[in-house]
């Protein structure tokens, strides 16, 4: 059967399953099973557990979880609440300053964590009824804290560009400097957008009272809580920028030093080192479901000739660097709004790894460029889980329309950080040229 044939059927039916609302593992991980089953006989269903016990071996992987226990045990430290004061106390004065404040402690908590989850519902819980409390508009105070919680994917240590890069095989640690680039531009221009909004609308985020200010005294022994976690962020990512330690070594320390975040902060007891192990294997078991639904969904079609049909595209249009960069970007995006970040990688990937060396990609580059792309995926309909996670902690005012309404703005932004990398690629490249080579 022609492979053209072939990927309509395969991709019309995830759609198509995923339209009905259907899990994406088992969306994947059935159509995966199935088209194996038809192509080459049931006696061929060896083959998906075969690629999932070889995934399962990658020794890399191990950073993931170890990033989500660190991820998990800050949500419940205290170390957000105290950054939230810093930036309370410091620019809470300026207009949207508490939503600038609250971006940067969202920067701040993504190099710490590597997820989106862990900025949003910090940040939604704590700052969400402060702005609204001071008078902010509904949707720049809720849309401010989706962009800046969404960072976490793209801010090292990512969990997405510890995927890729086990998959690709690229350096994971050229891969973090190169987020780290990309993610402090696309913060600078969500703090840009809200502080030029706010410029010409006050109305919008309007400065706390005089009353409720602080003086200098004050805001200078607010900085004892920036110190845990500047010296957790240095632990984790200088141990891998000066080679010290491999990334999953990096997990590791930046997990104990999370244990000692919440020590300081008396919150370390046993209750919630269960809640944190029971909340870690959750997400960890979603994430790994996914893992290995996609990677045999990828690997069937692979096996039914999809390195042929792009080669054959490619040769045959004559497709060019730009029209191709385009179309990839376009594609990642796409599949962002209907499924999970870690899916699009483990089904793109292998489609695109023969096109690295044809076009001349760079790999870390690219890498970095799917980052950015696919963490609006978190915040555009229908998938955007960050979307739904807002809604169940948001206060009641604020309604599911007015999540919709306050992302807009700021998956422009995304957008025009995702142009800027591609134009600019010093953007992401100079840290780990300067690092790495």
Excluded at 74 to 101: C, H, N, P, Q, T
Excluded at 158 to 166: A, E, K, N, P, W
Excluded at 245 to 263: K, N, Q, Y
Aim: with cysteine.
């Amino acid at each position: 059967m022609d492979i053209g044939f072939v990927s309509i059927l395969l991709f019309g039916g995830m759609f198509f399953l995923l339209a009905l609302g259907l899990p994406v593992a088992y969306v994947l991980g059935g159509l995966a099973t199935l088209f194996t089953a038809v192509f080459w006989g049931p006696e061929s269903l060896f083959i998906v557990v075969a690629r999932t016990f070889a995934m399962m071996q990658t020794t890399t992987l191990v950073a993931a979880p170890l990033f989500v226990l660190m991820a998990t045990v800050l949500e419940r430290s205290g170390v957000a609440e105290d950054l939230f004061e810093v930036m309370y106390r410091w620019i809470g004065s300026i207009k949207g300053g508490l939503a600038v404040g609250t971006v940067l402690a969202c920067t701040i908590i993504a190099a710490m964590s590597g997820i989106a989850s862990t900025g949003v519902v910090m940040m939604g819980v704590m700052a969400l009824p402060a702005m609204l409390k001071r008078g902010y508009d509904k949707r720049l105070a809720t849309g401010c804290i989706l962009a800046g919680g969404v960072l976490g994917p793209l801010i090292p240590p990512s969990i997405s560009l510890v995927l890729y890069g086990t998959i690709a095989k690229v350096s994971i640690g050229a891969l973090f400097a190169g987020g780290m680039g990309a993610g402090i531009l696309c913060s600078f221009l969500i703090i840009g957008y809200i502080l030029i909004r706010c410029y010409i609308n006050p109305e919008l985020g309007p400065p706390i009272p005089p009353e409720e200010r602080f003086d200098l005294k004050a805001k200078i022994a607010s900085l004892k809580g920036v110190i845990l976690p500047l010296l957790l962020i240095g632990a984790v990512l200088g141990s891998i920028y000066s080679g010290i330690a491999t990334p999953t070594e990096a997990a590791a320390v930046g997990a104990l030093g999370a244990f000692i975040c919440s020590a300081i902060h008396r919150r370390l007891d046993w209750k919630l080192i269960s809640d944190v192990a029971k909340s870690t294997i959750k997400v960890q078991g979603f994430i790994m479901w996914i893992l290995f639904s996609a990677q045999a969904f990828a690997s069937v079609y692979m096996g039914l000739g999809a390195a042929t049909l792009v080669t054959r595209l490619v040769e045959t249009y004559e497709i060019g660097w730009w029209t191709m960069l385009i179309s990839i970007q376009v594609v990642w995006f796409l599949l962002g709004c209907v499924i999970d970040a870690w899916s699009i990688l483990m089904i793109t990937l292998p489609i695109l790894m023969p096109l690295i060396p044809i076009y001349g990609f760079d790999p870390v580059w690219l890498g970095v460029l799917y980052a950015v792309n696919t963490q609006t995926g978190y915040l555009t309909p229908p998938f955007g889980a960050m979307l739904f996670m807002m809604k169940g902690i948001a206060p009641k005012e604020v309604t599911m329309t007015d999540i919709y309404q306050s992302i807009t703005p700021f998956v422009l932004t995304q957008l025009v950080c995702l142009a800027l990398c591609i134009v600019f690629p010093a953007v992401i490249t100079w840290l780990p040229r300067l690092l790495f080579e």
